[in-house]
Structure formats: structure tokens, C-alpha cells
């Protein structure tokens, strides 16, 4: 056989079996840790939602959209201007049912996400997989988190909301800063957190010994803060991103709705209070 047609035959060789080196590769690449875009929205849930959206639209000068959801109206305060794709950030407001008032979830996003696939790593780490078909994947200490990767943003069913609100409210928002979550055991969730995020993310424990942030994309953030003796593991509080704005103004119109403001010498330059319903949030300026 000449040298030339042996050339040519291993040639053809060589592309009949690239398409299946190429699968091999790509099924041997990990799920997590994820490449991570940032935070992207959080849920709240309460006992009457419309009230709830009220209130944020007091705070939050943006726009509001609805969704009705398991017989109910679901709101969304949007973190933003509502792009074409959607892609926004938000709050949604949903209703408690059998749930307690709170932070239900928070959402990252992320390049690509294969549930399927994050969950076999999950369940061959020894985690929990995601839980219902909006998939949240409990922490150890069961605080859920959403995944998605772009584009997501506002569910397309959630259209502009016809509830009577207030358009004028003390503040523009941005976009999620951070969650802070309060866990039984800082050094036994972090294990956990490289899993999904990576150990590149661990940030400082500057001010407050028993709280780590981990530092996303985009300059968002997630604290773990041990729990409190005698409370129980939950999402503590948000931080939304806001435009800068003038603070004793911002704080004698807070008031004025009734809000409690609370101190924040942990996190100096931040606005924090509880909201109707209870739930603890900041506004941060940027």
C-alpha cells in the first residue's frame, strides 16, 4: 500500500472516531461546580400577596407583573427594565398556603445547567437532589436554591399587573446584591457551597467572625452567618442594588409606611428594615 493512501486512510480514521472522543470528553466534564452569572431573583411568601405588592411598590420604584398560579395571583416586583428576553431580575410574591412567612428561595444563574446531570453529582456527593418541577436544590441545612441558566428571567405567563399600586416609589432598583443565610454550621455547609459554586468564590470574614460571604459574578454575594441558639436554619435577609439616593429621606419615607428600621452596623452603608409582613431586606446604593 502506498504511503500516500495508508495517509488517507488513517486520515479517514481519525474522523470517523473524533465524534466519539468528542462525546467521551464532553461526558466526562463535571456539572459542578457551576459556572456561575451571578444572583438572579428570590421569592418571598406571605400570607396575601396583592397587600404584599403594595407594599414593595411603596419602596421600589419599578413596574409590577402578575401570574395567576394554584388558583391564586402570583406578583413580580422587576429589579429593572424588562428586556425582550426577559431576562430581568426580580422578586416574586408568592402565597404562603401551608409554608411560613418568609424567604422561600433565591436563584443563581449559571453558563449551562443539566439538572439531570447536577443531580447525579448531588446524589453521588451524598446531597439532597432537587425537589418539585421547579427544581430547588436544598442546602444541607434544607435552605433552597433555584438554578437556571439564561435565558430566564420573568416566567412569560407573568404579564403587566392591573392592581392599584403606588408608581412612585423612594427607590429605583437594580438587581439582587445578596442573600445572607443562616446555617447550624459554617464549616459544615462550606463543603457543600465549593461542591455547587467552587472554592474560588470564598471571600472574607471581615466584620463578623461567624458570617462568609461567597463572592459570585456580576458583584453579587452570599453570606453563610451561623444561626442564632434556638432559632432554626433560614434565609435570613436580601439586599436589593438600588441608584444612589438621599438616606434620611429614604428612611423618614419608610417610616412614614410603617416600617421598622432596624441597625446595620455589620454591613455599614446599607438601609435595613423589615417589610410588612416581617421579612428582613436592605437597599444598598450603587
Known amino acids: 500500500m502506498s504511503q500516500t493512501r495508508r495517509s488517507f486512510i488513517a486520515g479517514m480514521g481519525a474522523a470517523l472516531f473524533a465524534p466519539a472522543a468528542s462525546v467521551r470528553a464532553q461526558s466526562a466534564a463535571t456539572a459542578l461546580p457551576l459556572k456561575n452569572l451571578g444572583l438572579e431573583h428570590l421569592d418571598i411568601v406571605v400570607p396575601d400577596t396583592a397587600v404584599s405588592a403594595k407594599f414593595y411598590m411603596q419602596v421600589f420604584r419599578t413596574k409590577l407583573h402578575q401570574q395567576p398560579f394554584q388558583g391564586g395571583i402570583r406578583y413580580f416586583i422587576l429589579l429593572g427594565e424588562l428586556p425582550e428576553d426577559r431576562q430581568v431580575g426580580y422578586i416574586a410574591i408568592g402565597a404562603g398556603g401551608t409554608r411560613p412567612?418568609?424567604?422561600?428561595?433565591?436563584?443563581?444563574?449559571?453558563?449551562?445547567?443539566?439538572?439531570?446531570?447536577?443531580?447525579?453529582?448531588?446524589?453521588?456527593?451524598?446531597?439532597?437532589?432537587?425537589?418539585?418541577?421547579?427544581?430547588?436544590?436544598?442546602?444541607?441545612?434544607?435552605?433552597?436554591?433555584?438554578?437556571?441558566?439564561?435565558?430566564?428571567?420573568?416566567?412569560?405567563?407573568?404579564?403587566?399587573?392591573?392592581?392599584?399600586?403606588?408608581?412612585?416609589?423612594?427607590?429605583?432598583?437594580?438587581?439582587?446584591?445578596?442573600?445572607?443565610?443562616?446555617?447550624?454550621?459554617?464549616?459544615?455547609?462550606?463543603?457543600?457551597?465549593?461542591?455547587?459554586?467552587?472554592?474560588?468564590?470564598?471571600?472574607?470574614?471581615?466584620?463578623?467572625?461567624?458570617?462568609?460571604?461567597?463572592?459570585?459574578?456580576?458583584?453579587?454575594?452570599?453570606?453563610?452567618?451561623?444561626?442564632?441558639?434556638?432559632?432554626?436554619?433560614?434565609?435570613?435577609?436580601?439586599?436589593?442594588?438600588?441608584?444612589?439616593?438621599?438616606?434620611?429621606?429614604?428612611?423618614?419615607?419608610?417610616?412614614?409606611?410603617?416600617?421598622?428600621?432596624?441597625?446595620?452596623?455589620?454591613?455599614?452603608?446599607?438601609v435595613r428594615f423589615r417589610d410588612n409582613n416581617r421579612i428582613m431586606l436592605e437597599l444598598k446604593a450603587t
Request: charged share 25%; aromatic share 8%.
Open 101 to 270: 412567612t418568609g424567604i422561600g428561595h433565591y436563584c443563581s444563574l449559571a453558563e449551562h445547567y443539566d439538572r439531570n446531570a447536577v443531580a447525579r453529582e448531588m446524589e453521588a456527593a451524598g446531597y439532597k437532589t432537587a425537589q418539585g418541577s421547579f427544581g430547588m436544590w436544598p442546602d444541607p441545612d434544607d435552605l433552597e436554591l433555584q438554578l437556571f441558566q439564561p435565558p430566564a428571567g420573568v416566567v412569560k405567563a407573568a404579564v403587566p399587573s392591573e392592581l392599584a399600586v403606588e408608581m412612585n416609589g423612594l427607590v429605583t432598583p437594580l438587581g439582587l446584591d445578596h442573600v445572607v443565610l443562616n446555617v447550624r454550621d459554617i464549616n459544615a455547609s462550606l463543603p457543600y457551597y465549593h461542591f455547587v459554586y467552587g472554592k474560588d468564590v470564598d471571600g472574607a470574614r471581615e466584620r463578623n467572625p461567624e458570617r462568609l460571604w461567597l463572592n459570585l459574578k456580576k458583584g453579587t454575594r452570599i453570606g453563610l452567618q451561623k444561626v442564632a441558639a434556638g432559632q432554626s436554619p433560614a434565609i435570613e435577609h436580601f439586599c436589593i442594588r438600588v441608584r444612589p439616593f438621599d438616606r434620611a429621606a429614604v428612611i423618614a419615607g419608610l417610616k412614614k409606611i410603617g416600617v421598622e428600621i432596624l441597625p446595620s452596623d455589620d454591613e455599614p452603608g446599607v
